[in-house]
């Protein structure tokens, strides 16, 4: 019997099936692994590299590190026609050991009918184990030839080696290619195939329903149907709030936020699910009642990890919302947790937007206790916030708080400061950022020093203005015509021509 699909060609064994069935030892242990973002084992098959390629791949094959043996498998797989593929391996001298086997299959995605043929060839000589097999199934459903998958499984299934893993393969190759009634269906059979409908299963077809962009409603069908037959755990409600976050569905959220409290109550286990429900909440600006939850969460000592409030902090400053930020704040160092420097700054950021420049240094000052020490950027924040809301006295002794801790202020502060600090009475400050401009080598300094010029001007301190005008001459600082003009009104007012004549032929001269 032949089958053709997709480019795959290939004669079948004489038990009618594409791969060959023998004798096998007892199958390993299946293959558990942890949800993505769940708290609880989902199975899924181990992550393979879809390695797709277009034309043979020997120049790829260093960057896998793969050894010696493997890689002249992988190079005869690429070169060689799949008709003479068989007897170019047999000829070869490289055994097919499972690991071999194992390694080959995961770069050869994007060549099943060379794969099948290498997978019969090292099933004639050596025992498959049941990961090269249940690659084998994630290969043919990742390339949708579903009916030598299914061929395969049934091998599998007289060999002995089909387990929990494969299926997730099978419902996860459905699903990207928008099958989901084969999956279901799938699902639907496996009890035939010796492998039980439990949570662990139904947990492993709704993740690869909700991996796929508005599929959480089906997903949700599909558990309507069966969670009277088979109770969900609190990875099923993972899973689904987890969906119902990336569709930034709140309503849907409620509804199954509120089944799962109901169902399995309150567990500090279920952390994925409270931080995917708070984090569709906080998303989709219903972040009042997501701090509500939050103090019912507390009470129950279900408070969500540091992955909600980071992700949510994220969200409240793209929408410069500072109200419930300080209040999920509070809650979230209230408990104990203990922010990093990246969340640090990112409140600091919002705070000194909305002009709350006395939280924004609380906080400052609560970060060294946390380890977090504050950097130029989180000290220049607060600083502009301050200059803007012309807290001049504040300003000045943050200013000597952040240059003592070697932290600059930055060249457009600095022209900021100097206007405030001489607008604002602090013609000394305003010298000092000055002076400091200058110590640290900061350019343009035109800006600046034309503004200090005008500050000395408008208290009368005209013998500093003569001064400093002569020093910012000498270092090649061009003063502009309106700040010439301002001194020339005021020296000539002061009767003091001949220092502004000086300054002016000097300036003319430049």
């Not at 708290?39 to 797709?52: D, G, H, K, N, T």
């Not at 090292?122 to 998958?149: H, I, Q, T, Y």
């Not at 600090?421 to 900061?442: K, L, R």
């Amino acid at each position: 019997m032949m089958f053709s699909n997709n480019n795959l060609t290939t004669t079948a064994t004489n038990n009618g099936s594409l791969f060959p069935s023998k004798p096998k030892p007892k199958p390993k242990p299946i293959i558990i692994q942890e949800h993505p973002s769940s708290s609880s084992a989902v199975v899924q098959l181990q992550a393979i590299p879809s390695f797709q390629r277009s034309q043979p791949f020997p120049s790829h094959l260093d960057a896998h590190g793969l050894s010696p043996r493997v890689k002249a498998l992988c190079e005869i797989i690429a070169r060689v026609p799949v008709p003479e593929l068989e007897a170019a391996l047999t000829h070869c001298g490289v055994p097919p050991l499972p690991e071999y086997v194992e390694e080959v299959l995961k770069l050869s995605y994007g060549a099943p009918a060379s794969a099948v043929k290498f997978f019969r060839w090292a099933c004639l000589s050596s025992n498959p184990s049941p990961f090269s097999w249940n690659l084998m199934v994630d290969l043919l459903g990742k390339n949708r030839l579903f009916e030598a998958m299914w061929d395969a499984i049934r091998t599998m299934k007289e060999e002995g080696a089909l387990s929990m893993a494969t299926f997730a393969s099978v419902f996860g190759s459905y699903c990207i290619t928008g099958k989901l009634k084969e999956a279901v269906m799938t699902f639907d059979v496996m009890d035939r195939y010796g492998i039980p409908q439990d949570a662990v299963a139904v947990n492993s077809l709704l993740s690869a329903i909700c991996r796929e962009d508005g599929q959480t409603s089906n997903a949700l069908e599909f558990f309507e149907r069966i969670k009277a037959k088979i109770p969900p755990d609190g990875d099923t409600f993972a899973i689904l709030l987890e969906g119902w976050e990336k569709e930034c569905n709140v309503a849907k959220a409620k509804n199954t936020f509120g089944e799962m409290v109901i169902r399995i109550g309150w567990n500090s286990q279920n952390m994925s699910a409270y931080d995917a429900f708070l984090t569709t909440l906080v998303r989709g600006s219903h972040a009042e009642e997501a701090v509500k939850f939050l103090k019912v969460m507390r009470s129950k000592n279900c408070l969500p990890g540091m992955k909600f409030f980071s992700n949510a902090l994220d969200i409240l400053v793209k929408l410069n919302d500072a109200g419930h930020a300080v209040e999920l704040w509070e809650i979230m160092v209230g408990s104990g947790l203990v922010p990093n420097l990246i969340m640090y700054s990112a409140m600091v950021t919002l705070l000194c937007s909305n002009d709350d420049v006395n939280n924004a240094l609380d906080i400052l000052d609560e970060m060294p206790f946390n380890g977090a020490f504050p950097d130029s950027p989180v000290y220049n924040m607060i600083f502009q916030c301050l200059i803007r809301k012309r807290m001049v006295r504040e300003a000045a002794r943050f200013f000597t708080e952040m240059t003592k801790n070697e932290c600059l202020p930055t060249h457009s502060n600095c022209v900021a400061a100097i206007k405030m600090f001489f607008d604002g009475d602090d013609p000394e400050t305003g010298i000092e950022v000055w002076n400091h401009m200058i110590e640290n080598q900061f350019s343009p300094l035109e800006e600046s020093s034309n503004a200090v010029l005008v500050g000395l001007r408008n208290l009368d301190r005209l013998s500093e203005a003569r001064r400093f005008a002569e020093e910012m001459l000498d270092r090649g600082i061009d003063l502009d015509d309106f700040t010439m003009a301002k001194l020339k009104n005021a020296f000539y007012k002061a009767r003091m021509e001949d220092a502004y004549d000086r300054i002016e032929k000097r300036w003319k001269g430049r």
